[in-house]
């Protein structure tokens, strides 16, 4: 994520600035800053924490001038502090610049870069890009940004300005968004049209792969091939309200939709053709892997969730015991955790007081910390070992789904890292994984389109006294985190359980018209689930089936199928949980609940 945004005309570029960062907020909050050129001066100012420890930096130390740019930070690479802060300068401080996305070969540039005799101060990707633009200027900004960022591989919207050129910002998009408006005498670039919507209306969205060049009289934009390209800007009709949530009326519904993004995002730079994977923040001591006798898996709520996935995962490819445990039932236990085991902590937040706790109570009893957290520099990535960050961006809706989607992502990496060190997982068993996985954003972006199927289906559940939720295996593992979801935002009672314990007790509850969702993707379990759920059918519950698309069976028995694309049985929670958050959603907005905020919960759970 981040927020990014850069200003020329004649107000004053501070107040501009912070203002239309404070509307990009939504999209980090981990630390801010801003650059003004002022008398042919670069100053920039910036600070960790919210953007008002920026304003009140500048209320004491303000800067003067109508050209700048300014940063609102998710951390990726680096932990939020006032160095890895945006924007960044090169030595010189005649060069600045700010980025949202990541350089994914930043490594091996920086290494470059230093044999060169270039000295980095922050520990971010971002700050190669910076040094590039200064090694390739000859006196022409936008020339100097092409050819830097013709070096540079990953995902980035980036905007630059010089001392040498004032009245002049120069900006360039490859994956993260970038948008520039226009009014008289002014220009602006922001990474979203809310930023910059009470200053103009008339806004143009900078596509992949091309670059922008402003100042106060307009833009033109040209391919980073150096292609023209003309285009006219649109009229926004629409509120800034409305367009914070993306057109969405709710962020958990914005945040269902942007998970192809995430699983994308999560998987970048880490997942090579061959299937091996690179992740740069575990780095085990030799013979760990390969000498490793059993993983723990903690955490609370989705992020346990997730943690049963990749209980099932991990075993599979690595075949050692896996257990897991809720962090509040691990940390009273008295476990039996023994140097030479693995614990993964999963958490969103990395602040959850529980799973801190569990993980802290594996380090001291020798068990080597895995953080699997979406949050930099949060706790839990400081207490661990080895950290694998999920990159789902910040998640504002209290229900989570695109962090419990990219934990998923997570644990797919990390037991094809183990597996093939551990020689449990082949060569080529890893590439057709590899070739799956990179499938899924498409896949995951097509079982999205049900929304409005789903829509109508809730209308006839919403309210229901109970509601139960099936699957065996991976299915079960799903179906725990599909009945969680309803519950927290529809507040109707819903449980969920394997579809071969509903005879040992629960069946009694199924009476006519009972609605039962039932979770179908594993195919060696397929003919034992079908017939847990002819048991609920001749009880006359009313089911509805989640099923890839081409399963012929299903229908049957099922009074509604909510389809699938087809992928690996191992992949599928990736994709069956999404008609599943889907119908949680419709249900809770069926029923007129704030969604975003429902009652009694909070986003962190910060105390036991
Ligand atoms: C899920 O929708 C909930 N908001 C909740 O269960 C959450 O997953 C749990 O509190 C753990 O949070 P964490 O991932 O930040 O540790």
Not at 34 to 61: C, F, H, P, W, Y
Not at 296 to 308: D, P, R, S
Request: charged share 25%.
């Amino acid at each position: 994520m981040c927020g990014i945004v850069g200003y020329v005309g004649a107000r004053d570029a501070q107040e501009l600035l912070v203002a239309s960062l404070r509307r990009l907020e939504y999209r980090g909050y981990d630390s801010a800053g801003i650059a003004i050129t002022n008398n042919g001066r670069i100053e920039v100012r910036k600070s960790a924490g919210k953007l008002q420890r920026l304003d009140d930096l500048l209320e004491d130390q303000p800067i003067v001038g109508t050209t700048g740019i300014g940063h609102t930070r998710w951390a990726t690479h680096g932990v939020p502090n006032d160095v890895n802060a945006h924007p960044h300068t090169d030595a010189s401080g005649d060069f600045v610049l700010v980025h949202n996305g990541i350089i994914e070969n930043f490594l091996s540039l920086k290494e470059a870069l230093l044999e060169d005799g270039h000295e980095f101060r922050s520990d971010t990707d971002t700050e190669v890009l910076v040094h590039l633009v200064a090694d390739e200027y000859d006196g022409d900004l936008l020339e100097a940004v092409r050819r830097a960022i013709g070096r540079a591989k990953g995902a980035y919207a980036v905007v630059v300005m010089c001392a040498h050129e004032p009245g002049r910002i120069v900006a360039a998009r490859m994956i993260s968004p970038l948008v520039v408006g226009f009014a008289d005498g002014e220009t602006f670039l922001a990474s979203d049209i809310p930023a910059i919507l009470p200053y103009t209306r008339s806004v143009l969205v900078i596509n992949d792969g091309e670059m922008v060049d402003i100042n106060a009289d307009g833009a033109t934009v040209q391919t980073i091939e150096g292609e023209p390209v003309h285009r006219t800007p649109m009229e926004v009709t629409w509120d800034a309200g409305q367009a914070e949530k993306g057109g969405y009326p709710h962020f958990m519904l914005k945040e269902i939709f942007e998970q192809p993004a995430v699983i994308e995002e999560t998987l970048r730079g880490r997942l090579q053709s061959d299937g091996s994977v690179i992740l740069e923040g575990a780095d085990f001591p030799a013979g760990f892997v390969a000498g490793l006798e059993k993983i723990w898996i903690t955490a609370c709520g989705t992020a346990y969730h997730a943690g049963l996935v990749g209980r099932d995962v991990l075993e599979k490819v690595l075949r050692i015991p896996i257990e897991i445990d809720y962090a509040h039932e691990l940390r009273y236990r008295d476990p039996l955790i023994r140097p030479g085991t693995m614990t993964i902590a999963i958490s969103q937040s990395g602040e959850t007081a529980d799973t801190l706790a569990a993980g802290r109570l594996a380090t001291e009893l020798g068990s080597r910390l895995l953080a699997l957290t979406n949050v930099v520099g949060s706790t839990l990535s400081r207490d661990a070992a080895d950290i694998l960050y999920t990159r789902a961006g910040p998640e504002i809706a209290v229900a989570s789904t695109k962090a419990y989607t990219a934990m998923l992502i997570g644990t797919y990496l990390l037991a094809l890292r183990l597996g093939l060190e551990r020689g449990t997982l082949t060569a080529a068993g890893a590439a057709q994984l590899a070739g799956e996985l990179r499938a899924l954003p498409e896949k995951a972006n097509r079982a999205l389109d049900m929304d409005a199927d789903i829509a109508k289906i809730a209308g006839r559940i919403a309210g229901v006294d109970d509601i139960y939720f099936i699957g065996r295996g991976l299915d079960y593992a799903v179906a725990t985190e599909g009945s969680l979801k309803l519950k927290e935002i529809s507040y109707m009672h819903s449980e969920a359980m394997p579809a071969g314990e509903l005879k040992h007790g629960t069946l009694a509850l199924i009476t006519e018209g009972t609605p039962v969702v039932v979770v179908l993707t594993q195919s060696h379990l397929y003919d034992k689930t079908i017939s847990g759920l002819q048991e609920v059918k001749a009880r006359g519950a009313r089911v509805m089936a989640v099923a890839y698309e081409d399963d012929t069976e299903v229908a049957k028995y099922a009074n509604h199928v909510l389809r699938i694309p087809r992928t690996a049985d191992f992949l599928s929670p990736v994709l069956s949980i999404i008609p599943l958050q889907l119908l949680a959603y419709h249900i809770a907005k069926e029923l007129g609940h704030d969604i975003d905020m429902p009652r009694n919960l909070a986003k962190s759970v910060t105390v036991e």
